[in-house]
């Protein structure tokens, strides 16, 4: 198998919510583009235990926990509010709001 093909399997293999779920470097881009009262969803589901969420549930924990620390860290330098919505039981909207 050439390592095109290869590739392109892998890629289609992978969970659906980790494919799907804001990259480290997106949010990093966002974060120095955007202005005040700029808003992003950075997560949808339940990150907590991304496992149990009903929508895409994921068993990456680490890509989950490196992107829920780098909005953290945004948080604690004051860069952006945190704001959480909820849709249903471990379903939740994850918001950053830029100050």
Do not use: C
Not at 38 to 54: A, K, L, M
Not at 64 to 82: C, G, I, P, R
């Amino acid at each position: 198998m050439n390592k095109r093909k290869l590739e392109m399997l892998l890629r289609d293999s992978t969970d659906a919510s980790v494919k799907d779920m804001m990259s480290l470097k997106a949010y990093d881009t966002w974060i120095k583009k955007s202005r005040k009262r700029d808003q992003i969803t950075y997560y949808r589901g339940y990150i907590v235990e991304p496992s149990i969420q009903p929508i895409a549930p994921t068993q990456d924990r680490k890509r989950v926990e490196k992107l829920q620390m780098a909005v953290f860290d945004s948080y604690l330098a004051n860069h952006v509010t945190l704001v959480q919505k909820r849709h249903g039981r471990f379903d939740y909207e994850y918001i950053a709001v830029r100050k």
